[in-house]
């Protein structure tokens, strides 16, 4: 009787701890399941795919190019001022006017001057004739010969004189030295003008002068009568071909750079002094390069990098690949290492992106990839 009462209780026994062990299986199981599926959740959440646009790299020919900033300046250029003083009397141009070189523009008062030449003019024809005299006296030895030196010197003198006046008089007549255009006149009629006071200004159009620095580094790229392609804002989608005239010889101990000169023929007079512009030297052979947009490439503090894309479908990830670049010209950049023709290669949404993101492409709108956007297409 007791050894079935004892059985009995160990049978109840362990069917109990059977059933707290199942109970707590079940609890540690569902907890562990719980848990992975809450990290399967949080890892997609995550590193969910990326939208991103893309490109398949390829290869053109580049040609290196020197770029810079600078302006132009007239190849002559003035601030027209009188050398003397006086009341200006008349003008013989029109704001904005294209002249020759000696055309008269502005005229002083000169009645007294010219009185004054007339008394000297007076004197000197005197002195000629008592000079003319006295050298006849003289055959004759009528007179002295220091009688006719003293005339003779008398008479330069007074004909210094009326030169001198002449000159004066000249002075009162302000011509335009050299072929341009005037600007806005800058006197009036009646005017008391001092000597030195601006006028006008007046500068020479065509050819028009570009001037523009360079690092040291370029001087062993650059030569005289090399080509030069300027582009303004004031002119969008146009381009001005010169070429390249002088180089200075010092470089500049602070910037250590150096000052270029190219000439543009200006016949339309598009071109003014004191205008902006960007200014492109090409140098040296084409070379090869594969040809990405510049929004593909992503600069870092470690270098420059872009994103290849890998894999198809649902399964696309990205590898990240640090490259070397080459230049660039408009929107697109050179890459001499790194990514090859026919790689797949992200454009834009980079910001999310690291090695193994997954992502979606997306080419409904691309970044623009025009190698020279602000040069009209010639067709």
Do not use: C
């Not at 290492?337 to 992502?359: R, Y």
């Amino acid at each position: 009787m007791a050894k079935s009462r004892t059985a009995s209780l160990i049978l109840r026994m362990a069917v109990m701890l059977i059933v707290i062990g199942v109970i707590l299986g079940g609890i540690f199981g569902f907890q562990a399941f719980k848990s992975q599926m809450i990290a399967q959740a949080i890892a997609a959440r995550s590193n969910p795919a990326q939208t991103v646009s893309t490109t398949t790299a390829t290869t053109s020919d580049w040609q290196e190019r020197l770029e810079a900033v600078g302006s132009f300046r007239a190849l002559n250029g003035s601030d027209l001022s009188s050398e003397v003083s006086g009341i200006v009397e008349s003008f013989a141009f029109q704001d904005g006017q294209d002249v020759a070189a000696g055309a008269p523009l502005l005229q002083l008062r000169a009645e007294e001057d010219i009185a004054t030449l007339r008394q000297y003019q007076a004197a000197a024809d005197n002195a000629q004739v008592t000079y003319d005299r006295d050298l006849k006296q003289l055959k004759a030895q009528g007179v002295s010969q220091a009688t006719v030196d003293s005339d003779l010197a008398t008479l330069k003198s007074n004909q210094a004189q009326v030169a001198a006046q002449q000159a004066l008089i000249d002075k009162k007549t302000v011509k335009a030295p050299f072929a341009g255009r005037l600007g806005t006149r800058q006197v009036d009629l009646g005017q008391y003008l001092a000597a030195g006071t601006t006028m006008v200004t007046l500068q020479s159009l065509d050819p028009i002068l570009f001037d523009f620095t360079l690092p040291q580094q370029a001087l062993a790229k650059l030569k005289t009568g090399q080509a030069v392609t300027a582009t303004l804002d004031a002119y969008p989608g146009r381009g001005f071909d010169g070429t390249i005239t002088a180089i200075s010889p010092v470089v500049d101990s602070t910037t250590r750079s150096l000052t270029v000169r190219a000439s543009f023929a200006n016949p339309d007079h598009l071109l003014l002094p004191g205008m902006y512009g960007k200014a492109a030297v090409s140098v040296g052979q084409p070379q090869r390069y594969v040809t990405l947009p510049t929004t593909a490439i992503v600069s870092n503090p470690y270098g420059d990098i872009a994103y290849v894309v890998g894999g198809e479908g649902a399964g696309q990830t990205v590898k990240q690949i640090f490259v070397t670049t080459a230049g660039s010209r408009g929107d697109q950049i050179a890459v001499s290492k790194g990514v090859k023709e026919g790689d797949v290669v992200v454009t834009s949404g980079q910001l999310k992106l690291q090695n193994g993101s997954p992502v979606t492409i997306n080419n409904a709108v691309t970044p623009p990839n025009d190698p020279n956007p602000s040069v009209a297409d010639p067709s």
